[in-house]
């Protein structure tokens, strides 16, 4: 038994915990699931595309790009918000080679 990571979480699950907690939620996995590879979106577009109004999809964006899973960008008074497939690519790595060693 490894009881060092009982009383720790080691520095590079930190980031794993953040981004499995946010897409844990199935509305936030169903307007992270709403972009295209490269597609840039903004929170009135998805609000267009969901049934959730602007506030919440306001907040589930908010609790992705704060855990790293969407990037985002101001552009005038637009925000655009794209996944970022590098954060979360690397967090499944690290967790599929926890579970394969």
């Given at each position: 038994?490894?009881?060092?990571?009982?009383?720790?979480?080691?520095?590079?699950?930190q980031s794993i915990s953040a981004?499995?907690?946010?897409?844990?939620?199935?509305?936030?996995?169903?307007?992270?699931?709403?972009?295209?590879?490269?597609?840039?979106?903004?929170?009135?577009?998805?609000?267009?595309?969901?049934?959730?109004?602007?506030?919440?999809?306001?907040?589930?964006?908010?609790?992705?790009?704060?855990?790293?899973?969407?990037?985002?960008?101001?552009?005038?008074?637009?925000?655009?918000?794209?996944?970022?497939?590098?954060?979360?690519?690397?967090?499944?790595d690290n967790v599929l080679a926890y579970v394969k060693a």
């Amino acid at each position: 038994m490894n009881t060092l990571y009982i009383q720790h979480l080691p520095e590079d699950w930190q980031s794993i915990s953040a981004i499995f907690v946010a897409m844990g939620d199935p509305q936030r996995q169903r307007l992270l699931l709403a972009f295209e590879p490269g597609e840039r979106l903004t929170a009135g577009q998805l609000c267009d595309a969901s049934p959730l109004n602007r506030t919440t999809v306001s907040h589930h964006l908010k609790v992705l790009r704060q855990a790293g899973v969407l990037n985002s960008e101001k552009v005038g008074k637009e925000v655009f918000y794209w996944v970022n497939r590098e954060a979360v690519a690397a967090a499944l790595d690290n967790v599929l080679a926890y579970v394969k060693a």
